[in-house]
Every structure is written in C-alpha cells, then in structure tokens.
C-alpha cells in the first residue's frame, strides 16, 4: 500500500484547524472535550486525515482518563510508535501508519487482554458506524 503523502498546504485544506493542530502539529486535546470520550457506538474508528482503519469499537472501553480509550488497534499494521520525551515526560507516541498524522500516546495500564491503553486523541478519529 503507498503511504498518503502530502504538503503541509494540502493537509490545511483538508482538516478543519483542530485535526490539523492534533494531526499534524502533534497536538492533544483537552481531556474530557472530544467528540467520542463518551461514545460506546459500534463501528470502526478511522483517521480523520486519511482513512485508514485504526480501532474497532469492540476494543474501546471508558478509561477514565478523558480521551477515547482502546486496548488494541484493528491491525498491528495500522498504527506506528515512537518514543516521546516532550513534556519533561517519556511516553510512546501512536501514529496512523498510513499518513503519519499523530493520534495521541500509549501506556502500560490498560485492560486485560493486552494490559494496554491506547489514549487517542476525538480529533484525529472519524467513526464509521455500523
């Protein structure tokens, strides 16, 4: 598959200022503000900026935390990580494999099966409903 690629002018026009500012300035959201912190419907949770499929419904659960939640992504294919030390913080940064928009940060204290949370940022996903 060809990874998406485009200029920072094409990305402007095609995502509304806060999937830009999450996306591709690596942005996070306030906690408690986004679209799907609360949202439980089934689907499929794609990248706002390119499409590509990253998490299942199934796999979301309410953290606590204020961002949506997922134990797993739809395919380990789906979603790079790399390490982060902004912040004064050492976390692991999850990005769309695809078009490399950034989604939020992974951490070690998730459910069972995978004792993993994938804390996504609402602005970089777009539900499909089932």
């Not at 998406?4 to 200022?17: F, H, I, M, N, S």
């Not at 806060?18 to 419907?41: I, M, N, W």
């Not at 204020?66 to 030390?85: L, N």
Request: aromatic share 10%; with cysteine; net charge negative.
């Amino acid at each position: 598959m060809t990874k998406v690629q485009k200029t920072e002018g094409e990305w402007r026009a095609e995502l509304d200022p806060e999937q830009y500012r999450v996306l591709r300035e690596k942005g996070t959201e306030a906690p408690f503000s986004g679209e799907y912190d609360h949202v439980f419907e089934p689907g499929t949770y794609r990248c706002a900026g390119c499409g590509a499929e990253l998490f299942r419904s199934e796999t979301k659960y309410d953290s606590g935390c204020g961002w949506p939640a997922f134990y797993a992504p739809a395919d380990t294919d789906a979603i790079d990580e790399e390490r982060d030390t902004s912040h004064g913080m050492v976390r692991t940064e999850v990005m769309c494999s695809n078009c490399g928009g950034h989604l939020g940060h992974l951490f070690p204290d998730g459910p069972a099966p995978t004792g993993i949370r994938y804390c996504i940022n609402s602005a970089a996903l777009q539900l499909e409903e089932e």
